[in-house]
């Protein structure tokens, strides 16, 4: 089993990583929320209220000499301008599109995992997460909704991010993911932070879901993950079968585990701890 399971141990030597906690591993029954995934209110905001094309755009050109460059294997007839306005139109569209999402799967497990990792910055006066049992906690404060700020914040953060988008375009192409790396990369940013973050997809991957896997069990023939999922609250997590997911080692294929039925493949970011530091900062300056 993983470390990450028994022990609560995060290196300060890490520039992102949290800082070093002593106690137990992520365990979903405590560090979960003590509500579901919930969806939007009737009039969801629009993008341009947190960042406009232009801001997205700015971002991409700066961004283009480093990991974009790399990404985009097309030629660039007429220089980068044209490509890089695309892809920030294309952002902004999804954005749109997704703001009005049915539920804040992602921003729920983001949330969860900084709560997690330092638990000093969690906004309402509780025991544990778990025991936050609503989205606009703390109710008896009508003017304030401080924990639904910070799921929706690092939730819509995402569909702004050029990495977040880039590094998902594996899902289009399933066969391209690597999950010899997956694997590696899973099970060693588990051990070092404790979670690790997951998109889970089929064919529509803008139906895909988004869970938190926070430990592992290795077997002569394949690794099983287990998942905290923030369709279900802390006290269905404590009182049901783990929810897992896993990879086939000897074929290096995915196993779906509790989502079989729905979801065929998955893809972790390694770069979504970098994305989600500059929500947290922003979260912080809230606060």
């Not at 999922?229 to 000897?250: K, L, Q, V, Y």
């Amino acid at each position: 089993m993983s470390v990450a399971a028994r022990e609560r141990w995060l290196p300060a030597s890490k520039s992102n990583s949290a800082p070093a906690i002593d106690g137990a591993g992520f365990d979903p029954a405590v560090d979960g929320f003590g509500f579901d995934n919930y969806s939007t209110p009737p009039v969801p905001p629009k993008p341009a209220e947190f960042v406009s094309e232009g801001d997205v755009l700015r971002y991409l050109t700066a961004y283009w000499d480093t990991a974009l460059r790399a990404q985009l294997t097309l030629p660039l007839n007429g220089g980068p301008e044209p490509r890089i306005r695309g892809i920030a139109e294309q952002l902004c569209a999804n954005a749109d599109r997704l703001f009005g999402t049915k539920g804040y799967c992602y921003g729920m497990a983001a949330t969860a995992q900084w709560y997690f990792e330092e638990p000093a910055v969690v906004p309402v006066d509780r025991d544990s997460t778990s025991e936050i049992v609503h989205v606009d906690d703390p109710l008896e404060d009508g003017s304030a909704t401080p924990v639904r700020d910070d799921i929706e914040l690092f939730h819509r953060a995402q569909f702004l991010n050029a990495d977040s988008w880039l590094r998902r375009w594996p899902l289009l192409r399933p066969e391209r993911i690597d999950y010899r790396s997956q694997e590696r990369e899973l099970r060693a940013t588990i051990d070092e932070f404790g979670s690790a973050g997951v998109t889970i997809s089929g064919d529509n991957v803008l139906k895909g879901h988004y869970v938190l896997l926070y430990d592992y069990e290795a077997t002569d023939t394949g690794v099983t993950f287990t998942a905290y999922d923030p369709n279900d609250d802390a006290d269905e997590h404590a009182a049901e079968e783990s929810r897992t997911i896993g990879i086939d080692t000897t074929s290096y294929e995915p196993l779906m585990g509790s989502y079989d039925e729905e979801y065929d493949r998955f893809l972790f970011n390694p770069e979504d701890r970098a994305i989600r530091a500059r929500a947290r900062s922003k979260a912080r300056r809230t606060r």
